[in-house]
């Protein structure tokens, strides 16, 4: 079992940065492909961007590309996200979630609770 906790989340205005984390707990993540996605209200779940089990490799939705950087830190068993130039429809419950074995962005293993990010206009 993995359990993973996000944090970072908060109120800002448009134009402004913030970092989420995602902690886990129960099991090494080195190995594991993270991910991060997100739901706005009244909208499906979609995803944002993820790491593979190295690093090496990451993947981004085209409406954050640019703006959103991924990063792991398996020594503090921590996946990040930085958030910058937030826009107001990036207002969305974020979630990290995990899978061991391929990379199947479809098929995660493991989901947080979410923490919420309200981009004000």
């Known amino acids: 079992q993995v359990q993973l906790i996000e944090s970072g989340g908060g109120l800002v205005q448009a134009g402004d940065s913030l970092r989420l984390s995602c902690v886990a707990s129960?099991?090494?993540?080195?190995?594991?492909?993270m991910a991060w996605f997100r739901q706005a209200p009244g909208r499906k779940r979609e995803f944002v961007s993820a790491?593979?089990?190295?690093?090496?490799?990451?993947n981004y939705a085209e409406s954050v590309k640019g703006r959103f950087t991924i990063s792991r830190d398996d020594a503090k068993n921590t996946v990040y996200l930085q958030m910058n130039s937030l826009k107001p429809e990036d207002t969305a419950v974020y979630y990290c979630?995990?899978?061991?074995?391929?990379?199947?962005?479809?098929?995660?293993?493991?989901w947080g609770a979410g923490t919420l990010v309200t981009v004000s206009s």
């Open positions: 790491i593979n089990w190295s690093g090496g490799i990451t």
């Open positions: 129960g099991r090494a993540i080195s190995g594991y492909l």
């Open positions: 979630a995990t899978r061991w074995g391929d990379y199947d962005l479809t098929n995660m293993d493991y």
